[in-house]
């Protein structure tokens, strides 16, 4: 069966300061892959899709950027967090763009001080 | 751009009624839809997905269903138990995800 994996579960960190999440997929090859934000009170913003290695789209202009460095691994990074970066960061997998399923990971919960 | 609308917001319901959750979206256009449980500070856990050429899915004791030309989905919960207490979330795919903001459910013991 598949896994979707995320890291770090919680993390504080200082403005200004570099960030790098990381969301490993099990049990599935060549995987569409999500990064989503999900802020309070607000539904889910989606970030960043990857259709395959190298190949990202982004969403919405931010200071945040994505990777796909293998298959099944996505990294969502940024050079210099915000205050407005906090929130609570989904990953999530589909095996195909259109008329599949999606499926999510636990999340990491980043708190930017 | 695809808006999707969740009403109500908040729910608290007593153990075993039935409810109805509503999902409204503003482009009928869409090829699938997809409820979604969350509980607090967990990610999302997928419950039915609706094709876009279906009407309805079932799964225990939830029923989906799908309305695509006025834009609406409900989802059904039947003698609601406690552990259905979370939020729920819609989602209609064209090119990618467009999500509700959730009905918090509350079933009271």
């Known amino acids: 069966s598949q896994t979707i994996h995320q890291w770090p579960a919680t993390l504080v960190q200082p403005v200004g300061s570099p960030l790098s999440l990381e969301c490993t997929v099990e049990g599935t090859s060549n995987p569409n892959l999500y990064w989503y934000r999900q802020a309070a009170g607000r539904g889910l913003q989606l970030l960043f899709y990857s259709v395959g290695i190298g190949q990202i789209s982004s969403e919405v202009p931010q200071n945040l950027s994505a990777s796909r460095p293998q298959d099944r691994q996505f990294i969502l990074s940024s050079k210099k967090l915000l205050l407005s970066d906090s929130g609570f960061y989904l990953c999530a997998w589909s095996a195909g763009p259109v008329g599949y399923e999606q499926y999510f990971g636990p999340g990491t919960r980043l708190t930017v001080t | 751009k695809q808006e999707v609308t969740q009403i109500p917001a908040a729910l608290s319901v007593p153990e075993g009624e039935n409810l109805v959750l509503n999902c409204s979206f503003t482009d009928s256009a869409i090829y699938n839809l997809q409820w979604f449980r969350q509980d607090p500070g967990k990610g999302l856990t997928s419950l039915l997905l609706?094709?876009?050429?279906?009407r309805e899915q079932t799964s225990g004791r939830l029923n989906a269903s799908l309305d695509k030309s006025s834009g609406r989905s409900t989802l059904y919960i039947a003698a609601s138990q406690p552990g259905d207490s979370a939020t729920y979330l819609c989602?209609?795919?064209?090119?990618?995800?467009?999500f509700g903001t959730g009905t918090s459910l509350t079933v009271i013991p």
């Open positions: 989602a209609v795919r064209r090119n990618q995800f467009y």
């Open positions: 609706i094709q876009s050429s279906q």
